[in-house]
């Protein structure tokens, strides 16, 4: 794809000035989005850039993810202006950043020391829903099979090792079979803060 020289905006009529600071202006890429744009506008009005101007040299600036982003969401708009370019580019990349952050505390979500399972299970279950349900697109959805199956391989590989080596030794083909019985009883046996040892008679 052909991109105009930033000396010149989409509709021919400015020149820009100071050239030379267009070497202050960092690649813009999918870690540095909201610094892009803040240090692009600090630059800008400095050397008295209109914002045709800085959409222009955005574009210019695009590199790795960002550009494929631009290339297959906002190329074809034809409307584009640079407010519109630069939330569409933000708000895309907070989103994935946000995302990542957590279901990293999700999946690495262990029962503290002091945690009794039963908050450890409300803690958990959570992290899940922020993982799993704030960051669905519109119209997307998650089967109840694989929240289930996901929310319990994490609670059970977060619990103190002295409680998890019982519950894996008890029947861990259960797993997938049993899966909602197993949370409810696993939540309900440790519902009064009782961490003792997980029975097999509770597990049948």
Not at 41 to 65: C, D, F, T, Y
Not at 76 to 102: C, G, L, P, Q, W
Not at 135 to 140: A, D, Q, V, Y
């Amino acid at each position: 794809m052909t991109l105009p020289h930033p000396s010149v905006t989409p509709d021919g009529a400015d020149v820009l000035h100071n050239t030379s600071m267009l070497q202050m202006i960092p690649s813009l890429t999918d870690r540095n989005t909201a610094e892009f744009f803040s240090t692009l506008e600090w630059v800008g009005s400095l050397g008295n850039w209109s914002k045709p101007q800085m959409l222009v040299i955005a574009k210019l600036k695009l590199e790795g993810r960002v550009r494929q982003f631009f290339e297959a969401s906002l190329a074809t708009v034809s409307d584009i202006n640079y407010d519109k370019f630069k939330e569409a580019i933000v708000n895309h990349f907070r989103e994935e950043k946000s995302f990542s952050f957590d279901f990293a505390k999700f999946s690495s979500a262990h029962q503290m020391e002091q945690e009794s399972v039963k908050d450890f299970s409300v803690r958990i279950e959570g992290l899940a829903h922020r993982c799993l349900n704030n960051h669905l697109e519109n119209g997307e959805n998650i089967s109840d099979s694989f929240r289930a199956r996901l929310l319990l391989s994490q609670f059970v590989s977060g619990l103190k090792q002295s409680i998890k080596a019982q519950v894996v030794v008890a029947n861990p083909s259960d797993f997938k079979t049993k899966k909602f019985k197993w949370i409810c009883l696993l939540i309900k046996l440790f519902w009064r803060g009782n961490d003792c040892a997980v029975s097999g008679r509770f597990l049948q």
